[in-house]
C-alpha cells in the first residue's frame, strides 16, 4: 500500500481556483466603474438570483446573519414576540431572533432529517407566537407542507434560513420560495459562497422586500430621507459581481455535490446512519451528515487515515455561554444529534474516488 494522500474537508483555493479568471474581470470592471457600494452589480445579481430562486424579490444584505435579523425586522412584530425554530440549527438562526428583538422559542428535530418536526410545532405555539424559522439545514428543505399548513391555521408567519440550501427543492419548488421571506448566505464556504461576507433576502411580497430595502441601507427610503431605524448592511458591488459569476455555475456546483453524495449513499454500509432520501426532494447537500454512536473515534480514526472531517455542529444553541439560562426544558433529540454526527467530504474539489475512498475507511471502522 502506497501512502495515502490527504483528503481535505475543504480548500478555498481549489474551490475558486475555476473562476479565477472571471473574478479578475469582474474585479477589473468594478475597480474601473469607480462605484463600490449599491449599483448596477449589485442590482444585476439581485435580479439574477432572484430569477435563479423563482422569487419575485432580492435584496442584497451584508451577511446571512443580517439577512435574517432584517427579514424578521420587516414584519414590524412588537417587541418580545415568539418565533418557532429548530434545537439544532445553527447559533445564527437563534442570535437573529434574538437581535431582531424577538424570543426563539427551540422545537425538537425529526432525527432523519435533521430538520424541525412538524409533530412537535403546535404545542410550542403559544398566544405570544408570531413565526416559524424554518433552516433547511445541511441543504435539505424543512417538511414545508406541513409547516405553511399549522402556519396558516395560527396566522403565523413563515421565514426560510436557506443559507445552506442555495437551489434546494421541493418537487421542483426551489428554497426561499415556500415562506413569506427568505434569508441567504455568501459566506465563503456556502454552496454559493463569495470571497468575503454577504447575504440576501428573497421575498415574493413588495412591501415587505420595499422595507428590507431600507432597513440594509440605514432604513433611508430616499437620498438624506429616513423612515426606519435600519442598518448599514449592504452587499457590496464586488462581491456581487463575483457571485453573478459563480451563481452561473451553481447547478453544477449543486450536481457535483450530490454525485458524491451519490456515491456515498451507494458505498456506505448500513452500519452508519446516512442522511435520508425522500420522493420529491432534491437536497444540495451543503453538508453530507452521517450519525454513528462513536463518531469521535470515527473522526481519529479518519484522520489517521489522511480524511479530514467536520462536526456540524459540536455544541448544540441551548449549551452555548450565550444562551445561558434562555432555554427552559431539555432537548434531547438534539443532544443526541450533536453528539453523532459527522460531516464527511463533499465539496467541488473532491472526486468519486475520494468519496469511494472515504466511503471504505468508514465501513472499516464500523464492520461488525
Ligand atoms: C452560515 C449560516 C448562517 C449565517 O450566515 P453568515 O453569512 O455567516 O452570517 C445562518 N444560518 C445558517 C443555517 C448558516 O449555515
Not at 477589473?28 to 435580479?47: M, N, P
Not at 422569487?55 to 443580517?66: E, F, M, P, T
Not at 456546483?253 to 450530490?258: D, E, F, G, L, M
Not at 480524511?307 to 444562551?323: D, F, G, M, V, W
Request: glycine share 6%.
Amino acid at each position: 500500500m502506497g501512502e495515502a494522500r490527504l483528503i481535505e474537508y475543504e480548500n478555498l483555493n481549489r474551490l475558486n481556483e475555476p473562476f479565477r479568471e472571471a473574478y479578475e474581470q469582474a474585479f477589473a470592471r468594478v475597480a474601473d466603474s469607480g462605484w463600490f457600494i449599491l449599483g448596477q452589480q449589485v442590482e444585476r445579481f439581485e435580479k439574477a438570483f432572484a430569477t435563479y430562486c423563482g422569487a419575485r424579490h432580492c435584496v442584497g444584505v451584508a451577511s446571512g446573519l443580517d439577512a435574517l435579523i432584517i427579514g424578521l425586522q420587516a414584519f414590524n412584530f412588537p417587541s418580545g414576540k415568539e418565533v418557532l425554530v429548530a434545537s439544532n440549527a445553527y447559533y445564527a438562526c437563534i442570535l437573529a431572533i434574538i437581535r431582531a428583538g424577538l424570543k426563539p422559542v427551540l422545537v425538537e428535530p425529526d432525527a432523519k432529517t435533521y430538520n424541525i418536526d412538524p409533530h412537535l410545532i403546535e404545542s410550542k405555539i403559544t398566544p405570544n407566537t408570531v413565526a416559524i424559522m424554518a433552516v433547511h439545514l445541511y441543504g435539505k428543505c424543512c417538511d414545508m407542507q406541513p409547516i405553511n399548513h399549522i402556519a396558516r391555521q395560527h396566522g403565523l408567519k413563515v421565514i426560510e434560513d436557506c443559507a445552506q440550501a442555495h437551489g434546494a427543492s421541493i418537487n421542483g419548488r426551489k428554497a426561499g420560495t415556500f415562506g413569506d421571506i427568505a434569508g441567504f448566505s455568501f459566506y465563503p464556504t456556502k454552496n454559493l459562497g463569495a470571497l468575503g461576507d454577504g447575504g440576501a433576502v428573497v421575498t415574493d411580497d413588495p412591501v415587505l422586500a420595499n422595507r428590507v430595502w431600507q432597513l440594509r441601507n440605514y432604513g433611508s427610503s430616499a437620498k438624506n430621507v429616513f423612515d426606519l431605524l435600519g442598518h448599514n448592511s449592504r452587499l457590496d458591488e464586488l462581491q456581487a459581481a463575483f457571485l453573478s459569476q459563480k451563481l452561473a455555475y451553481l447547478d453544477a456546483i449543486n450536481a457535483h455535490k450530490r454525485m458524491l453524495a451519490d456515491v456515498y449513499f451507494k458505498h456506505l454500509k448500513d452500519q452508519v446512519i446516512k442522511p435520508l432520501h425522500q420522493p420529491g426532494f432534491h437536497d444540495v447537500f451543503h453538508v453530507f451528515a452521517i450519525r454513528h454512536k462513536r463518531r469521535d473515534d470515527l473522526r481519529e480514526y479518519l484522520l489517521q487515515h489522511q480524511i479530514k472531517t467536520e462536526i456540524h455542529y459540536p455544541l448544540p444553541p441551548h449549551r452555548q455561554n450565550a444562551l445561558k439560562g434562555v432555554f427552559p426544558g431539555t432537548y434531547p433529540i438534539s443532544d443526541e444529534l450533536h453528539n453523532t454526527v459527522l460531516s464527511l467530504p463533499i465539496s467541488t474539489i473532491h472526486t468519486e474516488q475520494d468519496a469511494i475512498e472515504v466511503a471504505n475507511h468508514v465501513n472499516e471502522f464500523s464492520a461488525p
